[in-house]
């Protein structure tokens, strides 16, 4: 399929999405038969063309919920035969419930459609051969960042890694903490700006790149579930997000422990399969960082366990 007729496609499919489209309405319009447009599709966009149209709907879906509109006002809107249905879909796509994500995710941005150079899906699948682990690696090293931060200007003097078996791991340390002070509607912000992201697909994940530009929300969207806990003056407050979305509000209870913060996360399954944290990789990238630290000015343990 040339590159024009699938650009007038895609670009048709998002002026129409509260339509009906089929795929005889989309085929005739690229110029092909339904049989060969199908074909043709699936071999560019790496999936069927009906699988692409049901996504696009329910990325549009969110920006509706956001908007105030009712879940089944939503759900009808774009063309699902039931609320149950709609739900499922959506929950099925980004983890969440849409009326969890009405309540708790702050913005969203449709995704721009892309026509890609070739395959996503073998975009991806080359990322699953060759950058897959590294990347994995990356988120942790990523969060790892914040905790020798605070070790850099002598907030910190302890960091404790634990890797489980599933491919979860918590990061935790006695620094700081994110600054958060029990004004409810401040600290929901500053955790939205540092870490709430949206959900990123495995096609979405096969056109990253080499992951310059990581930040703590690209690790937070990579992620099915990271719940953070902030220790600060006798306080402990705890958020829980699926692949990059509050799953409720910020929580504060009382904690005995002072100052510090844990991080526990599981990168995305649907998109690292099977891959799981290097501890090796982990010990060598860690002893890298501190050879820029005092001596003994850091303790860093790193241990595999069967639970936290």
């Not at 499919?13 to 795929?23: M, Q, V």
């Not at 879940?71 to 983890?95: C, D």
């Not at 995710?105 to 459609?113: D, E, G, I, N, R």
């Not at 930040?215 to 829980?240: A, I, K, M, P």
Request: with cysteine; hydrophobic share 35%.
């Amino acid at each position: 399929m040339k590159n024009e007729g699938l650009e007038k496609t895609l670009a048709y499919i998002d002026a129409h999405i509260y339509e009906k489209l089929t795929l005889p309405r989309l085929a005739g319009l690229a110029g092909y038969s339904p049989f060969y447009f199908s074909r043709l599709f699936s071999e560019v966009m790496g999936m069927p063309v009906t699988g692409y149209v049901r996504i696009r709907k329910l990325q549009y879906s969110v920006a509706s919920l956001l908007e105030g509109k009712k879940v089944l006002e939503v759900s009808l809107m774009y063309g699902f035969e039931s609320h149950e249905g709609y739900t499922r879909a959506f929950t099925q796509l980004f983890g969440s419930t849409p009326s969890t994500v009405k309540r708790h995710l702050t913005s969203y941005q449709v995704p721009a459609y892309v026509v890609p150079d070739k395959s996503p899906r073998r975009d991806f699948m080359e990322n699953n051969n060759s950058n897959l682990q590294e990347h994995l690696q990356l988120l942790i090293y990523e969060i790892l960042e914040q905790s020798l931060g605070e070790a850099r200007e002598g907030h910190c003097t302890e960091i404790k890694i634990l890797v489980r078996k599933d491919g979860t791991v918590q990061i935790s340390d006695n620094g700081r903490g994110i600054p958060l002070s029990q004004d409810e509607n401040e600290d929901q912000k500053i955790l939205d700006r540092l870490l709430a992201g949206c959900p990123v697909s495995g096609l979405e994940y096969g056109r990253m790149g080499d992951f310059s530009a990581l930040n703590l929300q690209t690790v937070n969207s990579l992620c099915e579930s990271l719940q953070v806990c902030v220790y600060r003056n006798g306080t402990c407050f705890l958020q829980d997000y699926v692949r990059g979305i509050p799953q409720h509000k910020l929580r504060a209870n009382p904690s005995k422990a002072e100052c510090g913060m844990r991080i526990t996360m599981k990168p995305d399954t649907t998109i690292f399969g099977d891959a799981v944290c290097s501890c090796d990789l982990l010990k060598e990238w860690m002893q890298g960082r501190l050879s820029a630290l005092d001596p003994g000015a850091l303790n860093v343990s790193v241990e595999v366990c069967e639970t936290f």
